[in-house]
């Protein structure tokens, strides 16, 4: 919330350098080393999937190895890689388009564009998504090349769990996800939205996280509660390494400042509110092909996406 007006009170040129500040003030990669209640941590490898040069693939992961049985998974990042272990991405020509992240009963869990934004649920309270026996993953992987030499790849998953029985988890609380998609709109040149359908929340609960997920020409993603703005998540271009294309890869632009550059970061939003039975959520992704290029493939501008995960601690869940 702090983090939202603190960004929609300055002016342009000073928003654009309180970004930066926001980012690195906002941001724990769960490289990170203090996971909050001494939480484990364990990286599991699901593939390989073979990505053809140039092109799309979808794959599916059904029964992958879960992090933990009986627990609470309180963090998750993923992450693309080559069999040899080194990270493949936009500058190698390997996209994590985006990934749908599923757990047995728990349904969806988690997702993930290829700025491959970081979760952690419990630095702001005793929350994590609780697992009940061993539930295997699943997932829906979808991948683009822009290189020129077909690839096998990793999908790489990092968690941070507490088992149920560990004394740190006393106290921990079950929390759910609401999800939120505009669909995959066509991309278009200009200055637009797109807006979800307003959706009541079933109880009262606290907003313990939430984050935006665009395409290349996204500028920010909203979140609302009964029309006003809880949460805003802006994207950051080639902050990181690898976020740049490689040079004669073709999507050098002048509009993003500097040559090639696509969403390496999407901010986040912890701790930013409550919600009471009957209030209604809806999400809007911003666009402005002015300030920065669609994302191409194969000369053409790739669909646009617009989602956010809402995750929310209900009152009286355990
Ligand atoms: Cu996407």
């Given at each position: 919330?702090v983090?939202?007006?603190?960004?929609?009170?300055?002016?342009?040129?000073?928003?654009?350098?309180?970004?930066?500040?926001?980012?690195?003030?906002?941001?724990?990669?769960?490289?990170?080393?203090?996971?909050p209640?001494?939480?484990?941590?364990?990286?599991?490898?699901?593939?390989?999937?073979?990505?053809?040069?140039?092109?799309?693939?979808?794959?599916?992961?059904?029964?992958?190895?879960?992090?933990?049985?009986?627990?609470?998974?309180?963090?998750?990042?993923?992450?693309?890689?080559?069999?040899?272990?080194?990270i493949?991405?936009?500058?190698?020509?390997?996209?994590?388009?985006?990934?749908?992240?599923?757990?047995?009963t728990n349904?969806?869990?988690?997702a993930?564009?290829?700025?491959?934004?970081?979760m952690?649920?419990?630095?702001?309270?005793?929350?994590?998504?609780?697992?009940?026996?061993?539930?295997?993953?699943?997932?829906?992987?979808?991948?683009?090349s822009?290189?020129?030499?077909?690839?096998?790849?990793?999908?790489?998953?990092e968690?941070?769990y507490?088992?149920?029985a560990?004394?740190?988890?006393?106290?921990?609380?079950?929390i759910?996800?609401?999800?939120?998609?505009?669909?995959?709109?066509?991309?278009?040149?200009?200055?637009?939205?797109?807006?979800?359908?307003?959706?009541?929340?079933?109880?009262?609960?606290?907003?313990?996280?939430?984050?935006?997920?665009?395409?290349?020409a996204?500028?920010?993603?909203?979140?609302?509660?009964?029309?006003?703005?809880?949460?805003?998540?802006?994207?950051?271009?080639?902050?990181?390494?690898?976020y740049?294309?490689?040079m004669?890869?073709?999507?050098a632009?002048?509009?993003?400042?500097?040559?090639?550059?696509?969403?390496?970061?999407?901010?986040?939003?912890?701790?930013?509110?409550t919600?009471?039975?009957?209030?209604?959520?809806?999400?809007?992704?911003?666009?402005?092909?002015?300030?920065?290029?669609?994302?191409?493939?194969?000369?053409?501008?790739?669909?646009?996406?617009?989602?956010?995960?809402?995750?929310i601690?209900?009152?009286?869940m355990?």
């Amino acid at each position: 919330m702090v983090r939202f007006l603190l960004v929609s009170n300055l002016s342009h040129s000073s928003m654009l350098l309180r970004k930066v500040n926001v980012f690195a003030r906002g941001y724990k990669r769960l490289i990170s080393p203090r996971a909050p209640d001494g939480a484990k941590r364990v990286k599991i490898s699901y593939g390989p999937y073979l990505l053809p040069a140039g092109g799309m693939t979808t794959r599916l992961l059904r029964g992958g190895k879960a992090p933990c049985s009986n627990c609470y998974i309180t963090g998750m990042e993923a992450g693309l890689e080559y069999q040899d272990g080194s990270i493949a991405n936009i500058d190698t020509g390997s996209w994590l388009h985006h990934m749908v992240m599923t757990q047995g009963t728990n349904g969806v869990v988690f997702a993930s564009g290829n700025e491959r934004t970081p979760m952690r649920l419990n630095d702001v309270g005793k929350y994590g998504i609780r697992t009940m026996g061993n539930q295997p993953i699943g997932a829906m992987i979808e991948l683009m090349s822009e290189g020129t030499q077909t690839r096998n790849v990793m999908l790489t998953m990092e968690f941070e769990y507490l088992d149920n029985a560990a004394a740190q988890a006393l106290g921990y609380k079950n929390i759910d996800m609401k999800w939120q998609d505009v669909g995959t709109p066509p991309a278009r040149e200009g200055v637009y939205s797109f807006k979800t359908r307003p959706s009541p929340v079933l109880r009262s609960g606290k907003l313990i996280f939430a984050d935006g997920h665009e395409h290349d020409a996204g500028t920010h993603m909203n979140v609302y509660v009964n029309n006003k703005v809880v949460c805003k998540s802006t994207m950051l271009y080639g902050r990181r390494p690898g976020y740049t294309s490689a040079m004669g890869a073709g999507h050098a632009d002048k509009r993003d400042g500097a040559m090639g550059m696509h969403i390496s970061d999407a901010s986040v939003c912890k701790d930013f509110g409550t919600v009471k039975t009957g209030d209604r959520i809806h999400v809007e992704a911003f666009y402005d092909t002015n300030a920065y290029p669609l994302m191409m493939h194969k000369g053409k501008p790739e669909a646009l996406m617009g989602i956010s995960r809402i995750y929310i601690a209900y009152d009286g869940m355990m």
